[in-house]
């Protein structure tokens, strides 16, 4: 039977199977011998030793996609931040270091704004207009009203998503609307897994439906810059890309440079000041960091 991955802890492999439920599986030794680990994640082929206790053995693991670093887990597919409107009040500046950190990764990325009650129309849409380029989808939801939900569970469906944002922010709240919709069985699959906000110090994955996966990111709120090189940090700002041909200095960075398209755009209100300043912000974090 082919399953994925959804825990390890010492030794055994928690593996999920389409509406058949969880194994427990531990992974034969073929592994250790060909150095490779089982991660989370991971599809993977098992034997069932005993239905009744619903153990099994993990035989092969199917080629990954990837395999991300911190966490250490496979076959991410793209990554959802999510940040609060307010309360609390967005740090723009972080979700600008948490997108760095996978755009560098090469995930595609999904920015959710929760708690649209708490803003009028005209915040929600400052906020839409600096991201508006970004090259991320961006969508807007309320745990509270439960409104967008479904938007955001069709953003998700059939895909494993790696979920990151700060405290407070409402994860909990919408992994649990999400959660609502789905059948009995993974219900009890997804209590089994047991989210809870004391528990998760291992990588584990959340079954939102037979084919749908979450994964909760805890200890996000102070994301340090990511290692990139400097050069790379222009990959997070999409909305720079049209402007940059026209800077006079080919491999300008945007800063200091005379006749610079970016800075030009930023002036002329077509590249939103906040996320420029992000940008020389960070900027700055690996210029500094590459003196010592
Ligand atoms: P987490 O720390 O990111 O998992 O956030 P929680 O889901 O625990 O939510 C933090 C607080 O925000 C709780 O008091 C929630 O009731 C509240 N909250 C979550 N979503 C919303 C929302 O859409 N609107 C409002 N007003 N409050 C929300
Ligand atoms: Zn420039």
């Known amino acids: 039977m082919r399953g994925r991955i959804i825990k390890g802890i010492?030794?055994?492999?928690?593996?999920?199977?389409?509406?058949?439920?969880?194994?427990?599986?531990?992974?034969?030794?073929?592994?250790?011998?060909?150095?490779?680990?089982?991660?989370?994640?991971?599809?993977?082929?098992?034997?069932?030793?005993?239905?009744?206790?619903?153990?099994?053995?993990?035989?092969?693991?199917?080629?990954?996609?990837?395999q991300l670093i911190r966490p250490l887990v496979a076959n991410v597919e793209q990554a959802l931040i999510i940040f609060a409107l307010a309360k609390p009040e967005p740090s723009l500046n972080l979700l600008d270091r948490i997108m760095v950190q996978y755009i560098v990764q090469k995930l595609p990325i999904v920015i959710c704004f929760n708690k649209t009650d708490?803003?009028?129309?005209?915040?929600?849409?400052?906020?839409?207009?600096?991201?508006?380029?970004?090259?991320?989808k961006v969508i807007f939801v309320s745990a509270k009203k439960q409104q967008g939900i479904e938007t955001l569970a069709q953003v998700l469906h059939g895909k494993m998503t790696t979920v990151a944002g700060p405290s407070g922010v409402g994860k909990s709240s919408l992994i649990n609307l999400l959660q609502k919709n789905v059948s009995m069985e993974i219900g009890c699959i997804s209590q089994k897994v047991d989210r809870g906000k004391h528990t998760t110090r291992h990588t584990e994955l959340i079954p939102i439906d037979e084919e749908t996966y979450i994964?909760?990111?805890?200890?996000?709120?102070?994301?340090?810059?990511?290692?990139?090189?400097?050069?790379?940090?222009?990959?997070?700002?999409?909305?720079?890309?049209e402007y940059e041909p026209r800077c006079r200095f080919g491999g300008c960075a945007h800063i200091n440079e005379p006749d610079c398209a970016v800075k030009d755009a930023v002036s002329d209100g077509k590249i939103s000041r906040i996320r420029y300043e992000n940008y020389i912000s960070l900027y700055e974090v690996l210029i500094e960091r590459r003196r010592y």
Do not use: W
């Not at 992974?27 to 009744?52: H, M, S, Y």
């Not at 849409?125 to 508006?132: C, H, L, T």
């Open 10 to 66: 010492a030794g055994f492999y928690y593996v999920h199977v389409s509406h058949q439920g969880v194994y427990e599986c531990k992974a034969k030794g073929i592994f250790r011998k060909e150095k490779i680990q089982p991660l989370v994640g991971d599809q993977v082929e098992i034997t069932i030793l005993d239905e009744e206790n619903r153990t099994g053995n993990v035989i092969t693991i199917y080629p990954r996609q990837n």
């Open 118 to 136: 708490l803003v009028t129309n005209e915040e929600a849409e400052q906020i839409q207009n600096v991201y508006a380029k970004c090259g991320c």
């Open 215 to 241: 994964m909760d990111t805890p200890g996000f709120s102070s994301v340090e810059v990511p290692s990139v090189e400097k050069e790379q940090l222009i990959c997070a700002y999409n909305e720079f890309l």
